[in-house]
Antibody
């Protein structure tokens, strides 16, 4: 069965950096696009970034463009989100999510990892 | 900036039918937006119900269905059950590798 396990969350000061990881199993990771979606405490879902199955194309929400970088290592079945210049408004649970093949929409979600940006 | 709109809250009686909608602040939703629907209970990760307007995700009962109604995407739940009480989110593909979520609908079953 599809499993997505995020890690790397924690507390970081404003302006700091953090790298999230998402370990994937139960499917052929190298064949599927992947998303990051976040949810601030008590708020709704916000799409963050998407990467194609081979890493050839990457897309970002305006709110994180230029600060966050999505990447993947298909040899390790792992998705990453490098977050730089973090702000208080980046505080959220970050979910990685698998996309439906050829359609890019989300079908499976991880359990999320909490990132808190605070001094 | 286009906003994706959802009803903030809705209620349904047990066994009843409810239709939640997903619209645009400007314009109409069509299948070209590939609307998807997710269910989330407090403290849990979201669960995919519907993608590409009307395709049920694996394991989702056929009580959940998606469609386009008028100028909006719609999620219909028939035979509502107590454990359908959740937050429901839609997302639309805005093109050029951009997705926008609606603000969510809190569904109460009572």
């Amino acid at each position: 069965q599809v499993q997505l396990v995020e890690s790397g969350g924690g507390v970081v000061q404003p302006g700091g950096s953090l790298r999230l990881s998402c370990a994937a199993s139960g499917f052929t990771f190298s064949s599927y696009g992947m998303h990051w979606v976040r949810q601030a405490p008590g708020k709704g879902l916000e799409w963050v970034a998407f990467i194609r199955y081979d890493g050839s194309n990457k897309y970002y929400a305006d709110s994180v463009k230029g600060r966050f970088t999505i990447s993947r290592d298909n040899s390790k079945n792992t998705l990453y989100l490098q977050m730089n210049s973090l702000r208080a408004e980046d505080t959220a649970v970050y979910y990685c999510a698998k996309a439906v093949r050829f359609l890019d929409q989300i079908d499976y979600w991880g359990q999320g990892t909490l990132v808190t940006v605070s001094s | 900036q286009t906003v994706v709109t959802q009803e903030p809250s809705f209620s349904v009686s047990p066994g009843g039918t409810v239709t939640l909608t997903c619209g645009l602040s400007s314009g109409s939703v069509s299948t070209s937006y590939y609307p998807s629907w997710y269910q989330q209970t407090p403290g849990q990760a979201p669960r995919t119900l519907i993608y590409s307007t009307n395709t049920r995700s694996s394991g989702v009962p056929d009580r959940f269905s998606g469609s386009i109604l008028g100028n909006k995407a719609a999620l219909t739940i028939t035979g509502a059950q107590a454990d359908d009480e959740s937050d429901y989110y839609c997302v639309l593909y805005m093109g050029s590798g951009s997705w926008v979520f609606g603000g969510g609908t809190k569904l109460t079953v009572l």
